[in-house]
């Protein structure tokens, strides 16, 4: 997409103390540097299936979200590049006022219809939604496609500098890319940000091609999807104060936590190279009360 900068991408090293005193090195890659608001895995995540809807020759895209949801924005910007009509199946009523990404994704052009969360959860598409030339994006770009499009990920880093890699996990879409990106002896290690996602393990391996190790944590969720204690918000402004790197609180704020967190337990071996994955989601941030975080 001609507005996005991957050149911007960085792969940003980390002083800290705690990670010298361990012996090992950390990175974050800045997949959040691509664009403001389209961030950074969900292109990665969309980029397959709209390919395979041009090669159908689809004329509109249809997928689900959240009224915060970063896959929704980027797909509608996705599909405006790529002169898609595009809709939006939003979970929960229609607001009395309209979120900011919600409000970015009808600029771009996509159609919003809200459902039940019922509906919502039953993929059910409403009934005004029909027409052969509908092509449907699961949510969160869950799916083969949407896997391997994040696999390209690692492409836009020195791969091989790196012996484990560490991301946020939602669907585990992109989590599966990074698996089937890096070689068996490197490591990748997931933070699921949900509360009891237990099939996340089984509908990762679904993605694989090939059988690889992984690791799952499910313990740095601070209360479930989109949920934060006063602990969060503080780790994340002094992480911004220390770095200057501005963290998500659904995802990545929960991400750098949990590395922190597992440095501190001897997780990684010593002369461990870790590469974190920045995923972006910063757009989100504008659901919290004005002043929460200080950047
Ligand atoms: C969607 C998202 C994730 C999770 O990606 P999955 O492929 O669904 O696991 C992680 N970080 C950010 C910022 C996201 O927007």
């Known amino acids: 997409m001609r507005e996005l900068s991957f050149q911007n ?8 103390p705690v990670f010298i005193e361990k012996n090992i090195e950390v990175a974050i890659l800045r997949l959040d540097k691509i664009h403001p608001v389209i961030s950074g895995n969900k ?26 949801s970063n896959h929704i924005i980027a797909a509608a910007a996705a599909c405006k590049d790529n002169d898609f009509n595009s809709i939006g199946i939003i979970r929960g009523e229609k607001p009395a006022k309209i979120s900011t990404t919600l409000f970015y994704a009808q600029g771009f052009g996509m159609i919003l219809f809200y459902t039940s969360r019922d509906d919502f959860k039953n993929k059910k598409v409403p009934e005004a939604v029909t027409g052969e030339d509908l092509y449907v994006i699961p949510e969160g770009g ?30 585990g879409t992109m989590m599966a890319g990074l698996i ?3 070689s068996k002896d490197q490591q990748v290690t997931g933070i699921s940000v949900m509360k009891n996602n237990n099939e996340l393990e089984i509908k990762i391996k679904s993605l694989l091609q090939a059988e690889k ?24 402004n002094n992480f911004y104060k220390q770095t200057n790197i501005p963290l998500d609180f659904v995802y990545t704020g929960k991400l750098i936590f949990a590395v922190f967190d597992l440095v501190q337990q001897n997780f990684f071996p010593p002369k461990s190279k870790l590469l974190l994955i920045h995923s972006g989601g910063l757009q989100g941030n504008a659901s919290l009360e004005k002043g929460t975080l200080i950047y």
């Open 142 to 171: 869950y799916g083969m496609l949407g896997a391997n499009g994040a696999a390209t990920i690692l492409n836009h880093c020195e791969k091989k500098y790196f012996s484990h890699f560490c991301c946020a996990v939602g669907t």
């Open 180 to 182: 089937q990106s890096t």
């Open 213 to 236: 190790q992984f690791r799952l944590f499910h313990e740095y969720h601070f209360g479930g999807y989109a949920k934060y204690t006063p602990e969060l918000i503080t780790f994340m």
């Open 9 to 16: 991408i960085t792969t940003d090293f980390i002083n800290d």
């Open 43 to 68: 292109w990665f995540k969309l980029q397959l299936y709209i390919e395979e809807a041009k090669r159908l020759q689809k004329k509109t895209i249809v997928t689900y979200g959240g009224a915060w």
